[in-house]
Nanobody
Framework: QVQLVESGGGLVQAGGSLRLSCTASTRTFSSYRMGWFRQAPGKEREFVVG????????IYGDSVKGRFTISRDNAKNTVSLQMNSLKPEDTAVYYC???????????????WGQGTQVTVSS
């Protein structure tokens, strides 16, 4: 069982930045692919970005390419999401995800965090 705890959400103005972090409680963090999803009110959970076990490979959703950057630190069991040039449409609950498979959709995920709210005001 892997527990994921997100932090760093909050309220920011459009054009601003936020950094989300996720800490995993497992001794085998480096064996998991990691990712971030988001869910806005009334919408389905959406893939944001995925990262390989080493961190060498990343996959971004089209809506965040060029604005968001994912990274991981296997020594600290953390994965981070740097979000720049935020837009009101980025407002959502952001979820950290872990999987033994490549993450490109919700069905790929083995473990979810509890989520952290990001609100971007116009």
């Amino acid at each position: 069982q892997v527990q994921l705890v997100e932090s760093g959400g909050g309220l920011v103005q459009a054009g601003g930045s936020l950094r989300l972090s996720c800490t995993a409680s497992t001794r085998t963090f480096s064996s998991y692919r990691m990712g971030w999803f988001r869910q806005a009110p009334g919408k389905e959970r959406e893939f944001v970005v995925g990262i390989s076990r080493s961190g060498a490979t990343t996959i971004y959703g089209d809506s965040v390419k060029g604005r968001f950057t994912i990274s991981r630190d296997n020594a600290k069991n953390t994965v981070s999401l740097q979000m720049n040039s935020l837009k009101p449409e980025d407002t959502a609950v952001y979820y950290c995800a872990a999987s033994v498979r490549v993450i490109v959709g919700t069905s790929d995920v083995n473990y979810w965090g509890q989520g952290t709210q990001v609100t971007v005001s116009s």
